[in-house]
């Protein structure tokens, strides 16, 4: 008798990645636009830190909306694989692999927030600091979360490069749901790369953010309607029988 995974239909796993990407996008979008984009101020280290202090509960609903969005890519690296494997299962698993190296790069960066919080709190950090030194910390913890999601998303990028081509190569997917999906990728890669390599990136920022934020939540968020609306379309597991050949026999 196959167990309670083994029995769940290819819309069962279409639907778990479908609500997961789009709850992922919901939480993201609070923790970045609601939360981090008001409090923390470009080149204003005073500001930042007076903006954390004053809304610590706010900055710690932004750290734990990271850890669910965490939480959130495992179950989606998951749900693809299972829903792709029958595409090409090598592939398939590189593409999960890639996100959950994502993923644990993007948990890495979030222990920045932590030490954050650690050092507006604690009293001690102050006067072994002084305040220009702390707020200094603070500003430098918060260049490396960024700077570690821009690592993050290279192997993002490369994931939804590997996705794309599989739902393109599928037969039961829109092929321009594949074209979408591997021009987020490509998105997400370049502009990291950008950030990475032009030391006026800031010069270019806005081209950049156009560049990953338009291809990334059109291809994004068509893969998760589709695979809501229409997952029924994808086919069973076509089981591989045992030839009379292969069979040994004692």
């Not at 509960?57 to 932004?62: D, K, P, V």
């Not at 794309?164 to 999906?181: A, E």
């Not at 994004?220 to 591989?240: D, S």
Request: proline content about 3%; charged content about 15%.
């Amino acid at each position: 008798m196959k167990n309670g995974i083994a029995e769940k239909t290819p819309l069962f796993y279409a639907r778990v990645a479908g609500y997961s990407l789009l709850l992922l996008a919901l939480i993201a979008l609070y923790a970045n636009f609601f939360v981090l984009l008001e409090l923390l101020i470009p080149g204003d280290a005073a500001a930042t830190v007076a903006n954390i202090t004053a809304n610590e509960l706010s900055f710690r609903f932004a750290i734990a909306s990271f850890v669910i969005v965490l939480v959130l890519d495992v179950i989606i690296s998951w749900a693809l694989y299972v829903l792709l494997r029958r595409v090409d299962k090598t592939g398939a698993l590189l593409a999960m692999i890639f996100r959950l190296v994502y993923s644990a790069i993007l948990g890495a960066a979030i222990f920045n927030f932590l030490s954050i919080l650690l050092l507006v709190k604690e009293e001690a950090y102050l006067a072994e600091l002084g305040t220009n030194q702390l707020q200094g910390q603070v500003m430098l913890l918060i260049d490396g979360f960024s700077n570690g999601w821009v690592i993050g998303l290279v192997f993002f990028g490369i994931h939804l490069l590997l996705i794309g081509y599989l739902v393109f190569k599928s037969g039961f997917m829109p092929k321009i749901l594949g074209i979408l999906v591997m021009l987020a990728g490509l998105g997400y890669m370049i502009d990291s790369f950008a950030y990475i390599i032009l030391e006026n990136y800031d010069d270019y920022e806005i081209v950049f953010v156009l560049i990953v934020a338009i291809p990334g939540a059109i291809g994004e968020l068509a893969l998760a309607i589709w695979l809501l609306l229409k997952g029924k379309k994808i086919p069973e597991m076509t089981p591989v029988k045992e030839s009379c050949e292969e069979r040994v026999h004692p």
